[in-house]
């Protein structure tokens, strides 16, 4: 039951999350439940059945085994989504506030050194204080573009790293492992870890159910027995006990000798008169590989049968 309940929980959220509408999610729910039902009990049902009813109802099975492992497999994976978006935004990612892109300053320093380019082929014809300056400025600007472009550098590796960890949060850490020793992709890795605990809780559910809708079976009563049982009923009800009921009851089973002893107690008699062995105990033990008591038991039916 317990199984049974786990799976009848996963169909109904399953189709809850598939549904759009509620008549959607309704009928989506009520599918998962007759699938999820006809699955556990279908083997058990149909044990006694005849053959063709069996082939069919196994075809059936297997289709409804199926249906409901895509049930719980869908289930499993969005429940996984579902937390690795919770992880992803447990993580607090500073974004630093960038007043420029990295391509607008490396444009802008194209431009600066094109200028100090220029300013430096120039030759001094009398004004050279201000074309110091002006060089000087230019490779000001530059070291200052270039310095602002090596923070940019900075900033959008730190950015790309709190990236790599927000998604690697969201993969469920089992599975990012097996994927890496399996050398797998973590979705392959998700549907089949879905796929297999489905299997699982269905084939659990199945056993389980066949166990527990196994025919009774009742112990034989003897005539014997019955008889002895109602006439101690009666005697503690103060009744008297029938003269039939009583002789039977006190009647002693004999038991039928085996067939072992029939053999063996022939043999030894054709034995005996062929003159093969003597009747006596020694003899007797010698010719069957038997105990002392056994040998004496079996004299005494061969005296019977073979006359002296």
């Not at 556990?40 to 009813?53: E, I, K, Q, T």
């Not at 049930?71 to 420029?100: C, I, K, N, T, Y």
Request: proline share 5%.
């Amino acid at each position: 039951m317990a199984a049974t309940g786990t799976a009848l929980a996963l169909s109904v959220l399953s189709g809850w999350q598939r549904g759009g509408t509620s008549a959607e999610r309704g009928n989506w729910i009520a599918l998962g439940a007759v699938l999820v039902v006809s699955a556990h009990l279908l083997p058990a049902l149909v044990r006694g059945a005849s053959g063709p009813v069996r082939a069919v109802a196994f075809a059936l099975w297997i289709a409804c085994l199926a249906s409901a492992g895509y049930g719980h497999a869908g289930f499993f994976l969005l429940a996984q989504q579902h937390a690795g978006e919770l992880r992803a935004r447990s993580m607090v990612v500073d974004s630093p506030a960038v007043a420029r892109t990295l391509p607008a300053v490396m444009m802008e320093r194209v431009a600066v050194v094109r200028q100090l380019g220029e300013a430096q082929a120039q030759r001094c014809t009398g004004r050279c204080a201000a074309l110091e300056a002006r060089r000087a400025t230019l490779a000001a600007q530059r070291d200052a573009l270039d310095a602002e472009a090596d923070e940019l550098r900075r900033d959008q590796g730190a950015a790309d790293m709190a990236a790599a960890r927000s998604n690697a949060r969201r993969a469920d850490p089992v599975t990012s492992r097996l994927s890496g020793l399996l050398a797998a992709p973590v979705a392959r890795v998700d549907l089949l870890t879905g796929l297999m605990l489905a299997a699982v809780l269905e084939g659990v559910a199945c056993l389980l159910w066949t166990i527990a809708l196994l025919p009774v079976t009742r112990p034989v009563v003897t005539r014997v027995a019955t008889s002895r049982a109602k006439a101690a009923d009666r005697r503690k009800s103060g009744e008297a006990t029938p003269p039939a009921i009583r002789t039977a009851a006190r009647a002693p089973v004999t038991p039928r000798p085996a067939a072992r002893d029939v053999d063996e107690t022939a043999r030894l008699a054709r034995d005996v008169k062929a003159g093969h062995v003597r009747p006596t105990v020694a003899d007797i033990r010698r010719h069957l590989r038997c105990s002392q008591a056994r040998a004496t038991a079996l004299r005494r039916k061969v005296v019977d049968l073979v006359p002296a």
